[in-house]
């Protein structure tokens, strides 16, 4: 059984090896399928957009069972899969990094509730600045993978190929972690950048 909104796949491709921890992608392969769902996200809001100006009566419901059965022959789409939870973290770890926080070197001040739905099997004792650092790390350098149930590992590996971080996560709770960063960045941080 998978966790609802996770996006089935279809075939395999790979294997990744994380030490000890090996994941068979044959097994597997909703990381790579990421992509693809991404621009089904993506191609969801265009044609949106496009149909309310084509007819301002559609219903989202009108719209989305149209979507299905033109670009996915009617198969599953679920609009909170891993495609929008990986853009979704790229979105609000590494970007917020890079444009609001360089100049920090305190670190964030983001003081979060949803940590505690991670489970670490390295990395325990972080601060929330260095968890969120290893977090986008993960993020950045696609060090994530996915498995069938809808969980989620995120692992950062130094430079001498040691990893030093590895939590792991429910596709359910992850949404729960995305929003409450996404409120801290877009509330508290970026406004201070915004108009």
């Known amino acids: 059984m998978h966790q609802q909104g996770l ?31 991404g621009w089904f996200n993506g191609l969801f809001l265009f044609e949106y957009e496009d149909a309310l100006e084509n007819n301002k009566d559609i219903t989202i419901g009108e719209f989305y069972n149209n979507f299905r059965n033109n670009h996915l022959n009617n198969k599953e789409f679920p609009l909170k899969n891993q495609g929008i939870a990986i853009s979704s973290l790229y979105m609000l770890l590494v970007f917020p990094r890079e444009i609001w926080e360089r100049e920090q070197n305190e670190g964030t001040q ?20 260095d968890f969120i650092r290893l977090m986008r790390n993960s993020i950045s350098h696609a060090n994530f993978d996915m498995k069938s149930d809808g969980e989620y590992i995120f692992w950062n590996r130094k430079d001498n190929d040691d990893i030093n971080f590895k939590v792991k996560i429910l596709h359910s709770n992850l949404f729960k972690f995305i929003t409450e960063i996404g409120k801290y960045y877009l509330n508290k941080v970026g406004a201070q950048h915004c108009l």
């Open 7 to 37: 996006a089935i796949p279809l075939r395999s491709v790979a294997r990744v090896n994380l030490g000890n921890y090996a994941i068979n992608k044959e097994e597997n392969p909703m990381r790579n399928e990421i992509p693809k769902w």
């Open 110 to 129: 983001f003081q979060f509730n949803t940590k505690s739905l991670f489970e670490f099997e390295n990395g325990n004792n972080l601060s929330n600045w």
